[in-house]
């Protein structure tokens, strides 16, 4: 495996996962859910296509793949499309929580959402990793915490406690 072959899987399943994403959207709010902490998203994607660019670079003049983080990478591949699939079409990289749904079983929609977070963030340690991208992993794991805990962590809470009536 080079780094060419670790950037195009990762692409190629957030490129799946976008599609998936956009197809749940479309559903949920044909089922009433409403958009909450838009403003933050694009930070996400600021965040993500920034980590792609330092991984393809720093991983460049590394010219190796680590090959103890590897197979944890493809772990969390694995991890992340198991609750990705499991959350069904209530899964979608907006928040986006559907209200007869979260009010019948908000914990459920909680641990989804967290397991998903928490495999991502996870990943975004550990792919840079393979590749020997070690500042592109401390940076940007630091900064995805904080888009977490202070931007989407907290609307998520507001969006489910204000549905499931809490």
């Known amino acids: 495996m080079t780094l060419s072959g670790v950037t195009v899987g990762l692409l190629v399943s957030r490129w799946r996962e976008v599609t998936r994403s956009r197809r749940n959207e479309v559903r949920a709010r044909a089922r009433g859910a409403q958009e909450a902490g838009r403003g933050h998203y694009p930070l996400f994607w600021l965040l993500h296509g920034a980590w792609f660019l330092s991984l393809w670079r720093e991983g460049r003049q590394q010219h ?24 069904g079409d209530t899964w979608s990289a907006r928040i986006l929580p559907v209200p007869d749904e979260v009010k019948r079983d908000p914990a459920r929609y909680r641990l989804l959402r967290l397991a998903s977070y928490g495999i991502a963030a996870v990943e975004i340690a550990v792919a840079p990793l393979a590749v020997n991208a070690r500042r592109t992993a401390g940076v940007f794991t630091l900064l995805n915490l904080l888009l977490l805990l202070f931007f989407r962590l907290p609307a998520e809470r507001r969006a489910i406690k204000d549905l499931a009536g809490e």
Do not use: D, M, S
């Open 64 to 87: 190796k793949v680590n090959l103890i983080f590897l197979p944890i990478l493809a772990l969390l591949g694995f991890a992340r499309f198991a609750v990705i699939r499991r959350a």
